[in-house]
Every structure is written in C-alpha cells, then in structure tokens.
C-alpha cells in the first residue's frame, strides 16, 4: 500500500520561506523519481520541481531558483525549500510519485498574503 503524506505549508507572507515535506511509503523509494506540482482554483496542476533517483532536478520557469527540491532516500523524504515566496506562489502543492502507477498525497495549502 503507497502513501504520500505531504506537510509543511501554511501562511507566509511576501518574500518569505516555507519547506514542504513528502514522506512515501510502500514504494522503493531511492528508485523512483519524485516530483512537486501545484494547482490553483480553476487551473490545472503544474510542476514545480522534480528530482530523479540519481539527485538531478528540473524546475518550472516560474521557479527562477527560488525554489530547491531535495531527496533523503534514508527517511524516504523529498523537500521543497521555497524562497522569496510571492501571492502568486499561493497554491496547493501536491507530491507526486511514478513507478509504473501515479500516485499523489492529498495536497497541502501555501499561502502568500500580507
């Protein structure tokens, strides 16, 4: 049975930081390439960060190395620090895992607001 757990949003304001967390279980973690997405009311979901089992990462171009995604295959954790947090950065962030079948946590929300 995989799990993806999500944890770590929450209300920042402009120009702050917040490090969202994923814990995954049931998979063989240290293989799979894993990924952060976000989606707004009304938008489709759109990724955010994405790290391969080999430690190399790809970004959106909204990022513009404000954000870093991390794996520490030991606690089967991938991190997104996020930095210079923008309103636009406001979302609801998903971790995402493939290994032949999709798997998502259940979301958790950022908020960017003064």
């Known amino acids: 049975h995989v799990q993806v757990v999500e944890s770590g949003g929450g209300l920042v304001q402009p120009g702050g930081s917040l490090n969202l967390s994923c814990v995954v279980t049931?998979?063989?973690?240290?293989?799979?390439?894993m990924s952060w997405y976000r989606q707004g009311p009304g938008e489709q979901r759109q990724l955010v960060a994405r790290i391969t089992s080999g430690g190399k990462t790809n970004y959106g171009d909204f990022v513009k190395g404000r954000f870093t995604i991390s794996r520490d295959n030991a606690k089967r954790t991938v991190h997104l620090q996020m930095n210079s947090l923008d309103t636009e950065d406001t979302d609801v962030y998903f971790c995402y895992a493939y290994d032949g079948a999709h798997y998502w946590g259940q979301g958790t929300q950022v908020t960017v607001s003064s």
């Open positions: 049931g998979l063989i973690f240290p293989n799979n390439p």
